[in-house]
T-cell receptor, first 112, second 110 residues
């Protein structure tokens, strides 16, 4: 099992550009989520999904979109990048009955 | 408002010097409290789940305990490879969200 994979590892964007961060898992987990991690702020939930076709907002959803068309994939879209979105982004998945989240290796995003 | 506060922010220990990390929480109806370890440049790695006050979990040199207001991660005779950031998170009885603390950065000096 590859676990949770994320691409790209690093990305630099200019203000106003859009992009998609990819996340995939091969463990057949129902629950998937996106977090951002900033110094002094901890991990903050952006969006999450409890199954294919179902998504919901977390603490900090503004400026981000998600969709979940398959169990395996949960992409995160930045619609119009802003410097405030400079952060490290983590995707996670878990079996809904266990609450044990498996995290990907992260994407470091810089918006200039 | 749900809150998770971890202390201290940073901790330096000599190898073999036992200590504890604290996670205090305010949440209406706790479903579970979770401990993770995060190495630099990597994603968090799950350690423990605690569901109710009085519960304890152990793994090697780590032991996690839970009361109604806080959790402790006890590190017994730490080794340099225990150096990492330790994160605490909670989940409420209602909803599907996890709330994380800002972590404790542990350095174990040989």
């Amino acid at each position: 099992n590859a676990g949770v994979t994320q691409t790209p590892k690093f990305q630099v964007l200019k203000t106003g550009q859009s992009m998609t961060l990819q996340c995939a898992q091969d463990m057949n987990h129902e629950y998937m989520s996106w977090y951002r991690q900033d110094p002094g702020m901890g991990l903050r939930l952006i969006h999450y999904s409890v199954g294919a076709g179902i998504t919901d907002q977390g603490e900090v959803p503004n400026g981000y979109n998600v969709s979940r068309s398959t169990t395996e994939d949960f992409p995160l879209r930045l619609l119009s990048a802003a410097p405030s979105q400079t952060s490290v982004y983590f995707c996670a998945s878990m079996r809904s009955s266990s609450y044990e989240q498996y995290f990907g290796p992260g994407t470091r995003l810089t918006v200039t | 408002e749900d809150q998770v506060t971890q202390s201290p922010e940073a901790l330096r220990l000599q190898e073999g010097e036992s200590s504890s990390l604290n996670c205090s929480y305010t949440v209406s109806g706790l479903r579970g409290l979770f401990w993770y370890r995060q190495d630099p440049g990597k994603g968090p790695e799950f350690l423990f789940t605690l569901y109710s006050a009085g519960e304890e979990k152990e793994k090697e040199r780590l032991k996690a305990t839970l009361t109604k207001k806080e959790s402790f991660l006890h590190i017994t005779a730490p080794k340099p490879e225990d150096s990492a950031t330790y994160l605490c998170a909670v989940r409420r009885n209602t909803g599907n969200q996890f709330y994380f603390g800002t972590g404790t950065s542990l350095t174990v000096i040989p």
